[in-house]
């Protein structure tokens, strides 16, 4: 098994190649519009530093979103046409549950709660417990100071991503909400270890209908106006 996975739901871009028994290569970029300047030159490096083909690929996985509408654009109009021409399929993978799983090892008994930024007060999240399962599913949510007052009676609750910064200031206080010092960010290294459980069990995405999760419609801003002059 040999999987090439795709990451492009926030600013930048991140690729990696696992087997069954781990990932082989992995690369992250943080910088902004990476993914349409870069992407296609980290999925060659990391197969060759791998040391394979494109051809040797057995599937290709991409992080389905929420996340940015262009990001998640590029990365799957990718992915598809990888697809495509290799006679490959597709696995897509939740970006959030992605998320979850980078820090599930290091916070055990406590809930995990991945934000992406959605503008404003708004973040896209879902609660994971300690064993990376839903709690909540994914949803787009405006932050306000009652928004898990349910959940943090009785759980601790870590609050993470570039999202979580709206909630801090509301949350920061109560004993049971933590914020880690690092921040953490969708990486492909992760849709990697959940796309191989997912080849394992033939979870595979039509390609030519499969679309990001956007999650919300995509909201262009208004034109500006402008000063006309005779």
């Known amino acids: 098994m ?5 990451d492009t739901s926030t600013r930048g871009c991140s690729v990696s190649v696992h087997t069954d028994s781990g990932m082989l290569a992995g690369y992250d970029l943080y910088t902004d519009r990476s993914s349409s300047a870069m992407l296609t030159t980290l999925i060659k490096t990391s197969i060759e530093h791998a040391g394979y083909a494109l051809s ?23 992915a598809k046409g990888l697809c495509y021409a290799l006679d490959k399929p597709l696995i897509a ?24 930024d959605a503008r404003r007060m708004e973040v896209y999240a879902a609660v994971f417990d300690d064993r990376n399962a839903f709690v909540w599913p994914t949803q787009a949510i405006i932050m306000k100071e009652d928004s898990f ?3 943090l009676k009785d759980n601790k609750i870590v609050f993470f991503g570039d999202g979580a910064a709206k909630c801090k200031p509301l949350l920061a206080d109560h004993p049971n909400a933590v914020f880690p010092d690092s921040e953490i960010r969708p990486s492909a290294k992760t849709v990697g270890e959940l796309a191989v459980n997912a080849f394992r069990n ?5 390609v030519s209908s499969f679309e990001p999760y956007y999650l919300k419609d995509f909201m262009s801003p208004p034109p500006r ?3 006309l002059t005779t």
């Open 202 to 206: 033939n979870q595979f995405e039509n």
């Open 149 to 151: 007052t349910d959940l």
């Open 56 to 78: 040797d690929i057995d599937a290709i996985a991409i992080a389905k979103g929420p996340g940015s509408y262009t990001g998640l654009r590029v990365g799957v109009s990718t």
């Open 2 to 6: 040999l999987i090439l996975s795709i």
């Open 93 to 116: 993978i939740n970006t959030l549950e992605a998320m979850s799983l980078q820090i599930n090892p290091f916070f055990n008994g406590h809930l995990l709660c991945p934000m992406i």
């Open 225 to 227: 106006k402008q000063n």
